[in-house]
């Protein structure tokens, strides 16, 4: 088998490109069972809390792996949060939210052969979630995400994804959206 070839190309990019603003669009349409065949089987899905810190100290400003996180989940426990909404007798989901992501500055910076021979590739991007629910209840999330994206010659998953609000207190009443 050969092994594959990612060159960041302008054409490596828009395929990476497609592929996020694809999942943004599957949990836009509350399409939860799709968006969940885009994670891979053993995804880390993290956000840590963001602290405030000295200039000095910026190493600490949010917390690491293995500190307390607004939550940190795998397979799982991201199937269950789904079924969960999907019973439509979750409290913090029923109505059901209005959610919109904008996903931007998307930037391929690495890459690694995995041991099965497919690739894996370091991603960043910008995000902007907006979620509103009943009649007056707003929320807006914006931050950054560090993906690993395992790429084969037909599919894309997503391996890993670190989400840094900048927001170092959360205003939302629950945190039910994805990122």
Do not use: C
């Amino acid at each position: 088998m050969s092994e594959p070839t990612f060159l960041n190309t302008p054409e490596d990019w828009w395929r990476i490109s497609q592929f996020l603003h694809l999942e943004a669009d599957l949990l836009d349409e509350r399409q939860y069972d799709e968006w969940l065949s885009l994670l891979d089987e053993n995804i880390r899905y993290r956000m840590p809390i963001a602290r405030n810190v000295r200039r000095d100290q910026l190493d600490r400003e949010y917390t690491a792996a293995g500190e307390v996180a607004w939550f940190d989940e795998g397979i799982a426990t991201l199937r269950q949060r789904v079924a969960q909404i999907k019973t439509g007798i979750h409290w913090a989901e029923e109505p059901t939210s209005r959610v919109s992501h904008l996903v931007t500055n998307i930037r391929i910076i690495g890459s690694e052969t995995l041991l099965d021979g497919e690739l894996a590739l370091s991603v960043r991007s910008r995000f902007l979630v907006s979620q509103h629910r009943l009649q007056s209840e707003s929320n807006l999330f914006v931050g950054k995400r560090e993906d690993t994206l395992r790429v084969s010659a037909d599919r894309v998953t997503i391996m890993k994804r670190d989400i840094f609000l900048n927001q170092a207190v959360l205003m939302a009443k629950s945190l039910t959206t994805f990122f």
